[in-house]
């Protein structure tokens, strides 16, 4: 969905296994490498999922390495301990600006 700036239902499809296209304007294409962990395709444009999708069906090296890559990335990138490291960052970097 081009209007949806994250998309937690991307994100739990390649903590599956399952490869994801996923659209150049969401949130979730900020994180994603293209044709590693996910294909990033033109929004709006069906022409571009269409041909994201025969690559996938096409080719089962591409397929597998997708699902793999994703569901890889999701399970290191998106728990609680790497979101609490992550804030705690940010509070530090922050931190000389509190008054």
Known sequence: HVRQSWGLVLFEAMA?????VASNETGASEVLIDNETALIVQAENP????DALARLIDNHEL???ISK????WVR???TWD??????VRLIKKHQSHVI
Do not use: F, M, W
């Open 16 to 20: 599956t296994g399952l490869p994801v």
């Open 47 to 50: 022409q571009s999922i269409a």
């Open 63 to 65: 397929y597998e390495k």
């Open 69 to 72: 890559n994703g569901a890889t």
């Open 76 to 78: 290191k990138e998106l």
């Open 82 to 87: 790497h979101y609490a490291e992550a804030l």
